[in-house]
Structure formats: C-alpha cells, structure tokens
C-alpha cells in the first residue's frame, strides 16, 4: 500500500513537472524577485551598505572574546603552555591583536549607526573608535579583578567543585560573565551594537541571557544556569546567587500615544546584596529584592521584599 501511494505521488510530481516549460520556472523566479526587491516589503529589514563603511563581523568578534579570555585567565584559554616566564609576552601579543581588532570592530558599529562614519583615515569616528578600544584595554585588570570575585562565588557555592580551575575550565557561568563584564564595559563608553552581539554570542553558547545594560556586581554567580534572563534595567548588588530558570523580566510595557511600547523607562528588578533566587523563579517588574531576601523556586513575584524576607511557592 505505501509502495502504491509512492508510485502515485511520483506519477503525479512527474505530470505537473512535465507540464512546467522553462518558461515558468522563470516567470516564478523573476516574481520571486521581484517581490523580495520590492522596497515597500524591505521596511526595517535592510541595511544600505556605504562603499568603505565596514560592517560587524560575527568571525572577528568571537576571536575578541577568545583573546580576552586568554588574556583574563590565561593558560586555561588560548596558549596551553604558557609560564610564568613567557606570560608577558603571551598577553603582550594578545592585547596588542585584541587593541587592533577592538578599533575595527568599534568603528564597524559606529559605522553601522553612522553611515558617513567610517570615511577617511583621521575622522572623528576613527579617533573615537580608538579611544574606545583603548578604555577597554586599560579596563581589562579591572574586569578580571570583579571576574576573579564570581570565581570565587561559583566555588563556593558549589559542593561539588573541587577547584577555581574547574570553574573557569567548565562552568558556563564563568564564559556567560566574562561577555557581559566585557559588553557592559563597551555599552557604559557608548559603543552601538557590538555589546549586543557579544551578550548574544555567551546566550547561543551557554543558555544565560544577560543584557549588557543590566548592572551586576561582585561576587556574582548562576548555578547551572541554563535558561536565565538578566533584563536590560536589572540592577544587581554584590554576594548575589541565581539558580537555572531565573527570568528577571519586565511586566507589559506602558504605551505612547501611537500605542508604541516608551523606551528607555526602568521596567526590571533590583536584587540587592546577598540575594538567593532558587531555579525557575520569575521576577517581573521594577521592584526591589531586599537585602539577604530567598525567592524559592517555581513562583511569580511581582512585588517588593523586604530585607531577609522568604517567599516559597504553598503547598
């Protein structure tokens, strides 16, 4: 019975085939065409590319993350064999490459927000480009400093780690935090676009999606971490502790008068210090978390707590 039907769908495909001179095939690539070039069905879905102007690339900005790794927690990312007597001049390599690419990058931003921007060698968005890389760069001690911090949360809040190096070796939290510490340093000096993808890139490669525009303290740490949700207004203080499933969302968006969500307006919550959120708790809305609060697992809560407060889900 399968083989008869087979042989009917085929006999059919074949007539229908057969009826379709090369003729058609054209007329329907030429509408195809056609309609995907109609400027009317482009709106908001294409960029115009300036001669010059050069664009993101996804390529490059993963070997940014990767050197940054390499240069944050050397001899666990990048070169494997690196010592204490050839560690200077492994990071000296990788940050005068990363410094290189960081320009790039930054102007490929600044361009795709500017079409004029990139033109001619000493424009103002070149030499801003620049002095962006370079704050990153002499940010860097900095960011492996506060990195070091949700090392050390991660180890301590796990039995079952047995040493930093398997932290930062295995656990996506560590991968997740270093593009967000690193994306937040860009969004803060003002760099378009790029912070967004490099937050993208941790989320497609550990499940853990932070804005870069949240605010995220010291001794920092998500247990697991798959499935977690960091809002673009979230304010996080220090010694704070966020199981898998976590969303720290927004509530529905005020409206203008057009019926357009407002931008810009703070719509996430605020945990502050020495906070625990237990696995696939939602937080929605700009409310507060107080102070040494527990939020249990598998439960809503769209109001304040008060410092050292519990809420659990009832049985």
């Not at 990048?78 to 390599?93: A, D, E, L, P, V």
Request: with cysteine; charged share 20%; aromatic share 6%.
């Amino acid at each position: 019975m399968q083989n008869r039907f087979f042989k009917v769908t085929l006999y059919r495909k074949n007539i229908v085939t057969e009826s379709m001179g090369s003729s058609t095939y054209t007329e329907i690539l030429t509408r195809a065409v056609d309609q995907l070039s109609d400027p009317a069905s482009l709106k908001g879905l294409f960029h115009q590319h300036q001669d010059g102007n050069p664009l993101p690339s996804g390529k490059v900005l993963e070997e940014i993350i990767d050197l940054s790794r390499a240069i944050i927690f050397p001899g666990y990312y990048g070169k494997s064999k690196i010592n204490k007597h050839t560690i200077r001049y492994h990071i000296g390599m990788a940050v005068e490459r990363l410094s290189k690419l960081l320009e790039e990058q930054i102007l490929a931003g600044l361009c795709f927000c500017c079409p004029n921007a990139g033109k001619g060698e000493n424009t103002p968005c070149k030499l801003k480009a620049k002095e962006m890389a370079m704050q990153l760069i002499a940010d860097l001690p900095e960011i492996r400093k506060t990195l070091a911090t949700d090392v050390e949360a991660a180890f301590n809040g796990d039995p079952a780690a047995e040493s930093f190096g398997e932290i930062i070796s295995c656990y996506p939290v560590i991968k997740a935090l270093t593009n967000y510490r690193i994306a937040h340093r860009l969004h803060t000096i003002g760099v378009p676009l790029i912070p967004r993808i490099i937050s993208e890139m941790a989320h497609s490669e550990t499940g853990i999606d932070i804005h870069p525009a949240a605010t995220i303290g010291h001794h920092f740490t998500i247990d697991h971490g798959t499935g977690v949700v960091i809002g673009a207004t979230c304010i996080i203080g220090n010694y704070v502790k966020l199981y898998q499933g976590v969303t720290l969302g927004a509530k529905s968006f005020p409206l203008d008068d057009n019926g357009n969500p407002i931008k810009g307006i703070a719509r996430h919550p605020i945990l502050e210090d020495n906070v625990i959120v237990y696995s696939n708790a939602t937080i929605l809305g700009r409310i507060t978390i107080g102070q040494g609060s527990v939020v249990g697992a598998n439960i809503w809560v769209t109001e304040s707590m008060e410092p050292y407060s519990k809420k659990y889900k009832k049985e």
